[in-house]
């Protein structure tokens, strides 16, 4: 009964720290939208599968309210892009591939994301 009760909790342990988020680190963003840009340091953030989130490391906003951009990467070198406003709106920026030039940047329509 002890040894299942360890192997329980063994499972549990293990499950939590794999559940457990990464430590987001300061990176140098080079960010183009629309017309606006932003250029520093912003806190990155990576998730399964190459999927990564960057927000301001000391600014309130890359620009035009956006606090938050991720680039969900769909297949290897496409990701659809979003952007989170500081009034909580998710809006996709669109489709984007990896830079050919620059393989830490990702390029879309009328955008570019890059993290260094």
């Excluded at 340091?41 to 490391?57: D, K």
């Amino acid at each position: 009964m002890i040894i299942r009760k360890l192997a329980f909790a063994s499972i549990l342990i293990a499950a939590g720290i794999a559940a457990a988020p990464a430590q987001a680190r300061i990176a140098r963003c080079v960010i183009d939208s629309e017309g606006t840009s932003y250029r520093g340091p912003c806190q990155y953030n990576v998730a399964r599968g190459g999927t990564f989130t960057l927000s301001p490391a000391h600014a309130r906003s890359f620009g035009e309210g956006v606090v938050s951009v991720t680039v969900y990467v769909t297949q290897r070198g496409v990701a659809d892009v979003r952007g989170l406003t500081r009034d909580g709106i998710n809006s996709r920026w669109g489709r984007a591939v990896r830079s050919r030039r620059d393989s830490a940047c990702w390029v879309g329509e009328d955008f570019s994301v890059c993290a260094y």
